[in-house]
């Protein structure tokens, strides 16, 4: 065998990832885009003021390696959870990522790996067993009720099944992407109970869209060494573009998080930019009450339509009713929109962009109805 010798790389990949797809939202430019659940709303010009003033003063220190404990960016989330989610939360209780989807790996690569195993409720978010997958971690596919039509976590079943599967690392989604409803805590106190030995993750990227009345899992970490709360910027701070992802766990935890991050992970520019839209908080989250709006409108509108919405917490719904999704899909598509079909049969989920998106939404969806019946 010499350097020139043709070997198939599919031969020389890890085994355990040979035949898998990669994660692939189409990023298609069409007159509406629904499909991701970012923010439809532009950066407020104020916001980006802040930005270019922040960026312009790191920019001269971008020859030095960034603050690798994130100091001040980790002071400025614990603020803003405290003060949105009225628990007392110090810096050492917060962590950081590119994007929630890299904390949720740090998760996978400290407690997961090679013969362990993780649990979560499907259908939920996509990319929790890709994330384990990559870290080698076995994933146990859960349901969320005997009944796959019901979308809401049945209790006792996740009970049953978190003792059979004794899993080192639980995710729980809440809202739940893509189904859009938001846990009753209830769960999540039960299930941590029946895995003693696991890190239970409640990914709460949409937290900030829930109805009143819908208490965060971070009002549990008291006393619940293993409990793991992940927050994104993606979707409420309408940052998408930015990658900042965090958590907030137990100290004894975030310290051991340590160990599988690469150094000087969070760039200064990054840190920077999340500063400067923290301090902006409330401008940023202004665009929070539209948004819940919006996907009010599109729970009616749909209703309306003769389809049947799931009841959301989050920036999208999960439309059921469809007699062919896929079709549906593809014929939006044809109309300038573009939905995300989940692959949940009779399904596709939308997100709530602006309000005239809302109606071209549902205009479309009248239109594509009248059409096929
Ligand atoms: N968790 C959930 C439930 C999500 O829907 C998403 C994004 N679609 C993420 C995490 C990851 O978001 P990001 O990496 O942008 O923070």
């Known amino acids: 065998h010499g350097p020139g010798d ?5 031969d020389l990949l890890r085994p355990d990832l040979r035949g898998r797809t990669p994660y692939g939202a189409p990023q298609l430019d069409v007159p509406v885009a629904v499909n991701t659940n970012e923010s ?50 110090q810096t050492d209780r917060l962590w950081a990522g590119n994007g929630s989807n890299e904390v949720l790996l740090h998760i996978v690569q400290a407690f997961g790996g090679h013969g362990r195993t993780a649990l979560g409720f499907t259908p939920s978010y996509s990319m929790h067993p890709i994330i384990a997958a990559t870290a080698g971690t076995a994933w146990v596919d859960g349901l969320r009720d005997s009944d796959p039509t019901v979308f809401d976590i049945d209790a006792e079943l996740a009970v049953r099944q978190a003792r059979e599967a004794d899993p080192q690392v639980v995710f729980l989604c809440s809202p739940n992407n893509p189904t859009g409803t938001a846990l009753d ?24 869209f829930a109805r009143p009345g819908t208490p965060s899992a971070i009002t549990l970490l008291e006393g619940r060494d293993r409990l793991v709360v992940t927050r994104t910027m993606s979707k409420a701070f309408a940052c998408a573009g930015l990658r900042l992802g965090y958590l907030t766990a137990a100290p004894e935890l975030i310290d051991l998080l340590r160990l599988v991050r690469m150094p000087y992970h969070l760039s200064s520019v990054t840190q920077a930019t999340a500063l400067a839209a923290l301090e902006h908080a409330d401008t940023m989250l202004s665009m929070v009450d539209a948004i819940k709006a919006t996907r009010d409108r599109l729970v009616q509108g749909t209703t309306d339509l003769g389809l049947q919405p799931v009841p959301s917490d989050a920036n999208f719904v999960l439309v059921g009713g469809f007699a062919d999704a896929r079709h549906t899909w593809q014929a939006l598509l044809e109309r300038g929109v573009l939905v995300r079909d989940v692959g949940i049969p009779h399904h596709l989920r939308i997100t709530a962009g602006t309000p005239d998106e809302a109606e071209a939404v549902l205009a479309a969806l009248r239109d594509v109805l009248d059409t096929t019946g």
Do not use: C, H, K, W
Request: hydrophobic content about 45%; proline content about 9%.
């Open 6 to 10: 043709i070997v198939s790389l599919q």
């Open 40 to 89: 439809s709303y532009p950066v407020p010009p104020e916001v980006v003021e802040t930005i270019l003033r922040r960026v312009g003063e790191v920019a001269p220190t971008l020859n030095r390696y960034p603050d690798r404990e994130f100091t001040a960016l980790r002071q400025a989330l614990a603020a803003y959870l405290a003060r949105t989610t009225g628990v007392p939360l």
């Open 185 to 208: 805590l209830e769960v999540v106190r039960a299930v941590y109970d029946a895995a003693p030995r696991a890190i239970v993750v409640v990914d709460e990227a949409y937290a900030e």
